[in-house]
């Protein structure tokens, strides 16, 4: 049991598990007894986290899945029910931004189009995509997918992982930010949709946490803060980055049907009070 969240005999899929926070997650559901279906189009790296998990006496198999294809997410589920169970619990992890869908600049300036710069302008629609799918279509997909187990058993739970950027959008990332936006609308409407079927949907939206994806982003090649580093600082009211750990309260506050029953349609931020700051 970890804080006092339960999930012996449930089983979870996450998403996205290869990568630092959301196989934490397969780590923290495993703890709390669950069986985990580690998804990831790394399987490699999914295999690894699903390896230690086994090593710690849990009950975990590693999937290559891509969440933007359909008929790949039916071929995996059929082998996770066949191998692990009907899913009880769906985290949707997979996501992230890419420079494809950035701007280089905060602020448009005139003489920008004619510059060396990436501007709005320049956004390629096969990038702006990618981001999207990613980012909503592919928790859709999988939504639509392994929900089909959860409708009409009690206690069955969706959660999504947001972003803090889906309610301020940050600057230079307009794709992502709008993506992980309709992501946590998407959230509230499912939660009334299953509302009467036995499910609860609920989100999470972290803040900033240095994770692969993100450590340029922050950090120079000598391990110095990069600029962006110290905006998001300023603008974090705790000033620093939050710990992935921090997030499995959360995790498991969200999934514990007892503690969180009749919550559902819920974004909760984990953000140092990022969302709370008018930075004045």
């Not at 189009?113 to 096969?126: C, K, M, S």
């Not at 990618?130 to 929900?147: E, I, M, P, S, W």
């Not at 900033?208 to 994806?213: D, G, K, L, M, Y």
Request: glycine residues 12%; aromatic residues 8%; negative net charge.
């Amino acid at each position: 049991m970890v804080f006092g969240t339960d999930l012996t005999g449930k089983m979870a899929v996450v998403t996205g598990a290869g990568g630092i926070l959301c196989g934490m997650f397969a780590r923290t559901l495993a703890g709390a007894g669950a069986s985990v279906a580690l998804l990831d189009i790394n399987l490699e790296a999914a295999e690894k986290i699903a390896g230690e998990i086994r090593d710690m006496g849990g009950t975990a198999s590693a999937y290559e899945v891509d969440v933007m294809d359909k008929d790949m997410l039916e071929s995996v589920h059929a082998r996770v029910l066949a191998e692990l169970g009907p899913c009880d619990i769906l985290v949707n992890g997979a996501g992230g931004n890419q420079a494809c869908a950035n701007t280089s600049k905060e602020y448009f300036e005139m003489g920008d189009i004619e510059g060396d710069v990436v501007t709005f302008f320049d956004l390629e629609y096969g990038g702006i995509q990618k981001v999207l799918d990613l980012n909503f279509l592919g928790a859709f997909l999988t939504c639509q997918v392994f929900a089909k187990d959860m409708v009409g058993r009690d206690g069955c739970n969706i959660l999504n992982i947001s972003s803090a950027s889906a309610k301020r959008p940050l600057t230079r990332i307009p794709v992502f930010s709008g993506a992980v936006a309709a992501l946590s609308n998407f959230t509230q409407w499912l939660a009334v949709h299953f509302a009467r079927a036995g499910i609860r949907v609920n989100a999470i939206a972290p803040g900033f946490f240095v994770t692969r994806q993100n450590e340029r982003l922050l950090y120079e090649e000598d391990g110095a803060p990069a600029a962006r580093a110290a905006k998001v600082l300023a603008a974090t009211p705790m000033g620093r980055f939050g710990k992935p750990e921090e997030l499995n309260g959360a995790l498991l506050f969200l999934l514990n049907n007892e503690a969180a029953g009749f919550i559902t349609g819920v974004v909760l931020p984990v953000d140092g009070g990022f969302g709370a700051n008018a930075g004045v």
